[in-house]
T-cell receptor
Framework: RKEVEQDPGPFNVPEGATVAFNCTYS??????FFWYRQDCRKEPKLLMS???SGNEDGRFTAQLNRASQYISLLIRDSKLSDSATYLC???????????FGTGTQLKVEL | DAGITQSPRHKVTETGTPVTLRCHQT?????MYWYRQDPGHGLRLIHY???????DKGEVSDGYSVSRSKTEDFLLTLESATSSQTSVYFC???????????????FGPGTRLTVL
């Protein structure tokens, strides 16, 4: 079983739609959780950290469920510019080593 | 954007030749990392550094070595490149050790390496 698993997609959604991505992780000792965004042929960029109580940043909401070991990302009112690959990232407790999921591809269409 | 540069940005080389990739940061962050990214795999850690001359192996370190003689520079060397090392290589930096909710990493623009 992979340490961090994501549905690869692609998710094709119309502009204005709400879309949700889930990610599961296997190491119950994981301490920190992040969502990164990666555009085609670019570097990953931090989208948001994920806190135990859940957190929101504009149209983006992240949730953490430690009991079930999954993380979610909700994007409301999707924009064309949201088209990218979203990476679920977990600090598995080994100092500052991050484990990356393979990413979920989102395509927002007119 | 974090001040991270990588050089070269693109390189084509032949099997058996040595290759060195450079990562340079202007953020004075303590931690630096080298990853590779391949289709079907998440980013995988090759080596990382927790200070000048302090480095350790990641999950895919075979065939790679690193050096960090200054805070701002982290070098990745392929001693004898193989076709399986064709990949996109990303350097990353972080300020903190990753405990609690810290440990975010910031990435350089990447180096596309092709080994023929």
């Amino acid at each position: 079983r992979k340490e961090v698993e994501q549905d690869p997609g692609p998710f094709n959604v119309p502009e204005g739609a709400t879309v949700a991505f889930n990610c599961t992780y296997s190491n119950s000792a994981s301490q920190s959780f992040f969502w990164y965004r990666q555009d085609c042929r670019k570097e990953p960029k931090l989208l948001m950290s994920v806190y135990s109580s859940g957190n929101e940043d504009g149209r983006f909401t992240a949730q953490l469920n430690r009991a079930s070991q999954y993380i979610s990302l909700l994007i409301r009112d999707s924009k064309l510019s949201d088209s990218a690959t979203y990476l679920c990232v977990v600090n598995t407790g080994g100092g500052n080593k991050l484990t990356f999921g393979t990413g979920t591809q989102l395509k927002v269409e007119l | 954007d974090a001040g991270i540069t990588q050089s070269p940005r693109h390189k084509v080389t032949e099997t058996g030749t040595p290759v060195t990739l450079r990562c340079h940061q202007t953020e004075n962050h303590r931690y630096m990392y080298w990853y590779r990214q391949d289709p079907g795999h998440g980013l995988r850690l090759i080596h990382y550094s927790y200070g000048v001359k302090d480095t350790d192996k990641g999950e895919v370190s075979d065939g790679y070595s690193v050096s960090r003689s200054k805070t701002e520079d982290f070098l990745l060397t392929l001693e004898s490149a193989t076709s399986s090392q064709t990949s996109v290589y990303f350097c990353a930096i972080s300020e903190t050790s990753g405990s609690g909710q810290s440990g975010e990493q910031f990435f350089g623009p990447g180096t596309r390496l092709t080994v023929l």
